[in-house]
């Protein structure tokens, strides 16, 4: 297992994410548990891009718990279908948020949060769990870092 990333310098965000990738799977290769490899991956992300909350919901019930994070202290439960999380939940759909403020019930967990992907790790149908990763930045968020995040949580 490797403890440091190795990232490259003045990579576009596509190509960042194509040298992470290898590495987070490396990172988590062999280990079954999940929330150790929730724990990794959170810092692996938060080390290798400069976003201010990468971390996870687990779905507990008929909640999502605050699960491995690195970032800021978070709301600890989420209902299905509450602000970004919870409608990732229930919508079976990853979530892409360029403007967190104009998001419909949007959680405020901080206020410094800008821009928030958000996606849903399902097996045999159900949610299991959600990936969040929160900018400072509005719009710097998109599809490719979606696309990324999906990757890693089909990794999970």
């Not at 799977?25 to 990468?54: C, H, S």
């Amino acid at each position: 297992m490797a403890e440091e990333l190795n990232i490259s310098q003045n990579l576009s965000k596509a190509e960042k994410y194509k040298e992470l990738l290898p590495q987070i799977k490396a990172l988590i290769e062999g280990e079954p548990d999940i929330i150790a490899n929730m724990a990794n991956v959170a810092a692996a992300i938060r080390m290798g891009t400069q976003y201010v909350w990468v971390g996870f919901y687990l779905v507990k019930g008929n909640e999502l718990v605050l699960g491995p994070f690195q970032g800021s202290i978070a709301c600890t439960r989420i209902k299905k279908g509450m602000g970004v999380c919870g409608t990732a939940w229930a919508t079976k759909q990853t979530q892409i948020v360029p403007n967190v403020d104009a998001f419909p019930g949007h959680i405020a967990c901080s206020s410094s949060s800008k821009s928030e992907v958000v996606v849903p790790g399902i097996r045999n149908g159900v949610v299991e769990f959600v990936m969040d990763v929160d900018s400072t930045q509005l719009h710097e968020l998109d599809k490719t870092d979606a696309r990324f995040f999906e990757q890693v949580v089909d990794l999970l």
